[in-house]
């Protein structure tokens, strides 16, 4: 086997052997959430690879994709409240209708009509009237569901489906909001496009937060439906109970390990389907039509390629796989927490995960997942006990020695970005490069 094909295999190995020491240093609970997270982030990090590594578009609004597959598991697995369907439900959607038919009402008027100002007035109007009608039909129906027992739902509810069937929809979702942020802002340039999908998905977060009767806004919807057992359930089975004993192993330790592993196996299964269709993908001939118009889109156009459409493709594409991704993390957080969605985490973290991997390389992105959320989690701890070697010297009231330790979550940035100046520096094309 050849030096660059080995490195691939040892480096995998590299990252178990830091898990597999985090586990006996630690504990195997804080492992697997690693791993669990890990196997998320790898997802996130191969959907953005699609875009960047692929086809060279500059997408920083990932968090926005995120997002929106966690509001699919809020729509699909959580019950329906039936006293806020009764207060304005109905109402509600007839407001929302009204809007989307003001909108496309607009959308018909250009394209019937002449340029010229009558056709600019037309179009204003149809979008005010709209506008005024929807809100007089949305906001009393949207304020009444809100009164509906704010402080434990308030909000509609969703169709009571099993959560899996949600992961699939936040792809579908994502990529229709992709699809409809590709045609506006695709032909913009790269810089110009990472400004646009960055405030798109600023917008997509503040909606979250702010529409309590769609999502509780920032009071959070808890309580999401799981796909694997509950520790108290698994508690309360006196054959676990005695299978724990007979393990040597407290039982509510072995509950939480069990309930990690469940979740481990479906996110396994989950990111080698789509790492295997990302492979074929990437090695047919639409992969390397793909980075033929990454590396020269006038030459591409050219050989009569349709770059705008295959941008848009593969724009659709990897938020499709961003919003699996975002609602496997809302169900494996158990809840959706609007105001959690931060650029630096969701997005900033998912590039570093992509560079550090390789760009353009599939299992440089699964890869860049792994091991940037491994370091994410175990920065702040690591560095907390280098503080403390580097100030016990100092007395326990000195001014800076309390400074530094009180700095320890710090490390984290300062951690990444060393890091990213490292790779970029020493090993620009990542830890595993694209062929």
């Not at 402080?151 to 509609?156: E, H, K, S, Y």
């Not at 440089?364 to 010297?393: K, N, R, S």
């Amino acid at each position: 086997m050849s030096r660059v094909r080995l490195r691939t295999p040892v480096l995998f190995l590299l990252v178990a052997a830091l898990i597999v020491v985090t586990g006996l240093a630690q504990s195997w609970n804080v492992a697997l959430t690693i791993v669990n997270m890990g196997l998320v982030s790898a997802i996130v990090a191969l959907g953005l690879n699609m875009q960047w590594g692929y086809a060279g578009l500059f997408n920083i609004g990932v968090m926005g994709f995120l997002a929106l597959g966690g509001l699919a598991v809020v729509l699909v697995a959580v019950p329906p409240v039936a006293e806020a369907w009764a207060a304005g439900g109905p109402r509600t959607l007839a407001g929302l209708a009204l809007a989307v038919a003001a909108l496309a009402g607009a959308i018909l008027l250009r394209r019937r009509m002449r340029p010229g100002v009558a056709r600019g007035l037309a179009t204003a109007a149809v979008i005010v009237l709209g506008y005024v009608l929807a809100r007089a039909v949305f906001v009393p129906a949207s304020e009444a569901i809100e009164r509906v027992n704010p402080a434990g739902t308030g909000f509609l509810g969703g169709l009571g489906l099993p959560v899996l069937v949600a992961w699939p929809l936040g792809g579908v979702i994502a990529a229709g909001a992709a699809w409809l942020i590709a045609r506006v802002a695709l032909g913009l340039r790269a810089d110009y496009l990472a400004i646009a999908t960055l405030g798109i998905a600023e917008i997509i977060v503040a909606i979250l937060k702010h529409e309590d009767w769609l999502t509780r806004g920032v009071k959070n919807v808890v309580g999401i439906p799981r796909p694997v057992p509950y520790e108290v359930d698994l508690l309360s089975d006196p054959a676990f109970v005695a299978r724990a004993h007979l393990w040597g192993t407290d039982p509510v330790t072995a509950a939480s390990i069990l309930v990690k592993l469940a979740y481990a196996a479906l996110f396994l299964v989950v990111l080698a389907i789509l790492l295997w269709m990302a492979e074929k993908a990437l090695n047919s001939p639409w992969g390397r039509m793909m980075r033929a118009i990454r590396d020269n889109e006038t030459a591409a156009e050219a050989m009569g390629k349709d770059v705008t459409r295959r941008h848009l493709q593969i724009f659709v594409l990897g938020a499709a796989v961003c919003g699996i991704a975002g609602a496997m993390m809302t169900t494996l957080d158990g809840q959706l927490t609007p105001g959690a969605y931060q650029p630096l985490r969701f997005t900033f973290l998912v590039w570093v995960m992509v560079v550090v991997g390789g760009s353009g390389s599939n299992w440089g992105a699964v890869l860049g997942g792994f091991l940037i959320w491994w370091l994410w989690v175990m920065v702040e701890p690591i560095g907390a006990w280098l503080l403390g070697v580097v100030t016990m010297p100092l007395p326990a009231s000195s001014a800076l020695k309390l400074h530094l330790l009180g700095s320890a979550q710090h490390m984290r940035l300062i951690t990444m970005g060393l890091i990213l100046l490292l790779v970029l520096r020493f090993a620009p094309r990542g830890l595993i490069p694209e062929r």
